[in-house]
């Protein structure tokens, strides 16, 4: 089954205390994102990667990090995280074959800091 | 800069009624248009892709159009039920993947 993974679901965590969110796919997609849902806000995209080794910004990437070691995992980094980073987040991928493929997301992390 | 707007936010329909959920986009320069399904507290479900040089696709009931000159895309939902209720945004992919703040949709039995 075509499915993106991310852990933690859930987590409570304290200003400062550096956490990584995990993403894993199996469709062997080049490229893999990262975005936060905010109310009002809508989808915003933290980071992007076209492939391992290739990482960009994406509209909201201050307090982020990222790397694209392998190619099916993107992890996202948060060094210091501050309650301004509690959000929604979500992982996606999607083949770069063609202009019209289609993106798959995770299931999202709940990240509070506090 | 892409700006992607969905009208209505919020949606309520009787269960049966058939409706359309709009979707617009500032620049006209995309290679498709892509509607989801969020549920509470989940992640998004693509529902249908529309290739720029594309009018419309169905899925079930679903119907999507797309008009690239207008920058106008509709979602149509035939029969509504109440399990479709959620929330649908559209995407507009560019250089980027754009999203509108969707469409809450809630459908009574």
């Known amino acids: 089954e075509a499915q993106v993974t991310q852990n933690p679901r859930y987590l409570i965590t304290v200003t400062g205390k550096k956490l990584t969110v995990t993403c894993s796919q199996n469709m062997n997609h080049e490229y893999m994102s990262w975005y936060r849902q905010d109310p009002g806000l809508g989808l915003r995209q933290i980071y992007y990667?076209?492939?391992?080794?290739?990482?960009d910004k994406g509209d909201v990437p201050e307090g982020y990090k990222v790397s694209r070691k392998e190619k099916r995992n993107f992890p996202l980094i948060l060094e210091s995280p501050s309650p301004n980073q509690t959000s929604l987040y979500f992982c996606?991928?999607?083949?770069?074959?063609?202009?019209?493929?289609?993106?798959?997301f995770g299931e999202g992390s709940w990240l509070t800091v506090v | 800069k892409q700006e992607v707007t969905q009208i209505p936010a919020a949606l309520s329909v009787p269960e049966g009624e058939n409706l359309v959920l709009n979707c617009s986009f500032t620049?006209?320069?995309?290679?498709?248009l892509q509607w989801f399904r969020q549920d509470p507290g989940k992640g998004l479900t693509s529902l249908l892709l529309i290739q720029s040089s594309q009018r419309e696709q169905t899925s079930g009931r679903l119907n999507a159009s797309l008009d690239k000159s207008s920058g106008r895309s509709t979602l149509y939902i035939a029969a509504s039920q109440p399990g479709d209720s959620a929330t649908y945004l559209c995407?507009?992919?560019?250089?980027?993947?754009?999203f509108g703040q969707g469409t809450e949709l809630s459908v009574k039995p």
């Open positions: 620049d006209s320069a995309i290679y498709n």
């Open positions: 995407a507009v992919q560019g250089g980027k993947l754009i």
């Open positions: 996606a991928s999607k083949s770069t074959g063609g202009l019209g493929n289609t993106i798959y």
């Open positions: 990667s076209m492939n391992v080794e290739v990482t």
